[in-house]
C-alpha cells in the first residue's frame, strides 16, 4: 500500500489536506480509524473563523458551508453588574464567523475528496508511525508514503513519534471542566451568550436553526448522568439570570458531555518525514473555539509546502513548517488563555480568589468600557 502522501485521521486537519493536495494531483491516502458513518455524525465544532471560510471557499469546499451556514457577528457577556453586546463583526478588522457544524463540514469535506479522485480506508486504527521511512502500521497491515501527515488529534499515535528528546511538548490542564450540551431548540439568543456567575460559567451558542449548544462549568469528577435535562435547564436559567433578560427556549437534551479545559503544544511539529497538523500537533481549549479553524490553518500551510516540495522537489517551506505555524497558533493560545481567566471565577479555595473575583470584573468592564479593547478582541476573537 503507497501513496506520495499517507494522512493519518479524518477530522477537519485530515481532510482539508486532503482536498489541496489532490487539487494539486498529489496522490494521497487517508487511514481513519473510525467509520465514516462515524465521523461524519461527530458533533464538535461550529464556528467558522474568517480564515477558515476564506480557505475553504478559495478551494472550492465551501459549497454547503455557504449554502446553509449561518453570519454570526455578535456576542454577549453578562454577569451580576448587566449585559452587553459586542458588535465584533463592526470592530477590530469586521470579520465575522460563519456557524457551520463540523459534522456537515466532515461531511462535505469527505464527499468532495472522494470526487477528487482521494483514496480513503475506514475502520483502520494507525498503531505505529515510523519518522524516517514514512511508514505506518495498522491493523491492515502497513502503508508506506514519501511524506506522513498525522492528523490523528490529541490522542492519537503521530505525537508519540516525535522523539521525546528532539520534541517539547508544553502543556496545561486549566482545572475545569465544561459539560458540553446540545439542545434541540432554537437559539433562546440573537447573540453568542457568555455567562458568569458564582455557581460557574455558562455559554450559549448558535449550531443551526433547531440545535442549540451550551456549556455548563461543572466539577471536574462530575458524572454526565448526574445532570438529567431539568437539572440543565434550571441551572441554565440561574447562571444566563433569566429573571433579568428572560426565558431560554428550551427542548430536548441529545448529546451531554464532559470536556476538560486543556491546552498543548508540540514544538517542532515536525521530525523527519512526518508532520503534524490540527489537535495533533496542538490541543486548544474550546473556550474560544479555535480548534478546527488551527486546524485548517496549518492545513492549508501544509498543503502549500508539500506541494513545492511533490511537484518542484522544492523542500523550503516543509523545513519551515513549524517555524510557519507556531507564532499563529500560540497568538490563539494566548487569546484563548484570556477567555478562559475572563470566564471563571477562581477556585473557592484559592487564598487570594477575593482578589481575582474583582480583578475578573475589570477586565469585563475594560472590555465593555473601552474601544480599543474591543477592537482588539474581535481581531483576536474572529482572526488567527
Ligand atoms: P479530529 O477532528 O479529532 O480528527 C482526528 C481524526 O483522527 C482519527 N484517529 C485515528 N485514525 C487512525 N488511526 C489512529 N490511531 C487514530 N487516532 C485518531 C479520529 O478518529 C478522528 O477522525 O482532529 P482535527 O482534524 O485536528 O480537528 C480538530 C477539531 O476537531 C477540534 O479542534 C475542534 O472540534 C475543537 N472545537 C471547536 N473548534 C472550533 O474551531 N470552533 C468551535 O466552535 C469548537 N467547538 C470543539 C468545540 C471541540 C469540542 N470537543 C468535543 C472537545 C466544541 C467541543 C465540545
Redesign the pocket.
Known sequence: DRATVLI???????LVLGNLLRANGIDTLI????SRER?QTRA????LGANSARVLTEHGLAAGMLRSGQSHDTCAFRDAEGEFELNYGELGRGEVHTVYP?QHLVTDLIAEYLHRGGRIRFD???TEIDAATATVRHNGGESRGRFVVG???SN??SRRALPADLATRHARDHGIAWL?VLTEAPQSMTAVTYALHDNGFAGHMARSPQVTRYYLQVCADDDPAAWPDERIWSELAIRMRVDRFGPLREGPVTERRM?RLRSDVVDPMQHGRLFLA???ASLIS?SA?????L?IMQAEVLARALTDAVTREDEAALRAYSRTCLPRIWRAQEFSHWMITLLHGPAAAEPDAGFQRVLRRARLSSLRDSRSHQDFFAENYVGI
Open positions: 493519518v485521521g479524518a477530522g477537519p486537519a485530515g487511514l481513519e480509524r473510525g465521523v464538535r465544532a461550529g464556528f463540523q483502520v486504527t494507525v492528523c490523528d488529534g492519537g499515535v458540553a470536556v490540527g489537535d495533533a474550546p473555539a479555535k480548534g478546527a479553524n486546524a
